[in-house]
Structure formats: C-alpha cells, structure tokens
C-alpha cells in the first residue's frame, strides 16, 4: 500500500506516512481508508511525504477539492503535512490555502514542528 496508517488513540491522532511511490489515484484510495472505525471526526491528521517523489499537480489539487472525499475527510479535522522538498511543501500549502478551512490545515518542514501545532506532546 502507498501509505500506512497509525492511529495514536491517546493522542487522539492518526499518522499517515506516505511511500515513496504514490500517486493521485493512490492519494484519493487513502482518503478512503480513513472509514476506519477507530477514525474519528475530532482526530488530528499528521501526513508524512518526506519520501514521496510525487508532486501533486494544480489540476489534480482543484479535483480533491471538490471531490465528496475531500470535504467527507478533512472537514473539522486539524491537519498537518510533512514535506520534506520546496516543491511539495508549497503544493501542499496551495492545497491548504484552497480548502474551504485553511486555518485547519498547516504544512510544515520538521515532525515536532507538525505535532507541536497539531497540539501533541
């Protein structure tokens, strides 16, 4: 699979780390992996991809962001995404600037960066 899942109940957090081979199809089957049933509407969200080669493209970003999956997903939910290249940080920030709750989703460069803001010790 393109991405494991981890769900730290007691921080009421679910880390998703991403491989290195991902692509939009297997971004959009993540997303709906989360039906999982520890996954809750008050969980915080961490995204790895600092070992993802992929770049996601603008085109691909208008297309989740007006899928059911996207607003299923993401609403209510803090997110943070670990990017570890310019190119994905700032695509990765377009995606959060485009979302109908942009103050909910943050990109970040380091792990404890992420978690501090996501509010995790």
């Known amino acids: 699979m393109a991405f494991d899942f981890s769900f730290d109940l007691d921080n009421n957090l679910v880390y998703i780390k991403a491989s290195v081979s991902i692509d939009f199809v297997s971004i959009t089957e993540a997303m709906n992996a989360l ?40 609403g209510g939910h803090k997110v943070a995404t ?3 290249k310019p190119a994905q940080f700032g695509m990765a920030s377009v995606l959060a600037r485009r979302t109908a709750d942009p103050a909910g989703i943050e990109t970040f460069y380091g792990i404890e960066e992420a978690l501090t803001w996501l509010g995790v010790s």
Do not use: C, G, N, Q
């Not at 008050?42 to 995204?47: E, G, K, T």
């Not at 991809?49 to 997903?73: C, F, G, M, N, Q």
């Open 35 to 74: 039906s999982d049933d520890r996954f809750s509407k008050d969980m915080r969200i961490l995204v790895d991809i600092r070992v993802v080669d992929y770049v996601i493209s603008e085109p691909e970003i208008l297309t989740l962001l007006h899928s059911p999956i996207w607003k299923a997903i993401i």
């Open 82 to 84: 670990v990017a570890r």
